[in-house]
């Protein structure tokens, strides 16, 4: 079964500064990532993900993620954060075969003061 | 894009009370539907797998008998939550894939339950 870790639980940051939050996944075998966010009060919404080629993947709102297959990790960036960034960010996988199931990470609550 | 319903959005009801999610796919088919199941300030953790015409798949340490599932359709899937207790409160998140897509699609989730039991 497969596992995701999330390092950090809050981050709190101010605009324009820049972001980086740590996902590190466990799996014997290929897997596809994602990373969702939950701005407050709204349903999860897709930001990026990752089935296979470039490992460096974009998403909405300028939002990317890098996936270091020899780390197990696939940290989601921005370059300059807004107050609307202001989300909780769920990292998940899923092994690459076919309809199988999303685990996911415990989540990062991002603040973003103006 | 993609839109998955999920009613209602807020349920508030006494101790012993059975309530009832509804999760439909609008705009396209799903053989497969999830439910999930987010404590407060926790990941969303997969309750059960459910199947469109069999019967659903649960993860370990959740009732069966207590989730009631049923996938009647390729576009509806039902979490009945049975004589619900104050320990069931909890926000209930559905999702779907689209079944005429190819494998490896993102799930398209509802907008969620927040459920309360007094």
């Known amino acids: 079964a497969q596992s995701v870790s999330q390092h950090n639980h809050h981050v709190i940051l101010s605009e324009a500064a820049s972001l980086e939050l740590g996902c590190n996944y466990s799996y014997g075998g290929t897997v596809n990532l994602f990373w969702y966010v939950q701005y407050p009060g709204q349903h999860l919404q897709l930001l990026l993900k990752y089935f296979s080629g470039d490992p460096l993947v974009k998403g909405i709102k300028g939002f990317e993620a890098e996936f270091i297959k020899s780390k197990f990790s696939f940290n989601l960036r921005k370059p300059s954060v807004q107050w609307s960034d202001t989300a909780e960010y769920f990292c998940a996988v899923n092994a690459a075969r076919g309809y199988s199931t999303l685990t996911f990470g415990k989540g990062t609550m991002l603040l973003v003061s103006p | 894009g993609a839109v998955v319903s999920q009613h209602p959005s807020r349920v508030i009801c006494k101790s012993g009370t059975s309530v009832k999610i509804e999760c439909r796919s609008l705009?396209?088919?799903?053989?497969?539907m999830f439910w999930y199941r987010q404590f407060p300030k926790q990941s969303l953790m997969l309750m059960a797998t459910?199947?469109?015409?069999?019967?659903?798949?649960?993860e370990q340490g959740v009732e069966k008998d207590k989730f009631l599932i049923n996938h009647a359709s390729l576009t509806l899937s039902t979490l009945t939550v049975t004589s619900a207790h104050p320990e069931d409160s909890s926000f209930y998140i559905c999702?779907?894939?689209?079944?005429?897509?190819?494998?490896?699609?993102?799930?398209?989730f509802g907008d969620g339950t927040r459920l309360s039991i007094l």
């Open positions: 705009d396209f088919q799903a053989t497969t």
């Open positions: 999702s779907a894939w689209d079944s005429l897509g190819v494998p490896d699609q993102p799930q398209h």
């Open positions: 459910s199947n469109e015409g069999s019967k659903a798949t649960y």
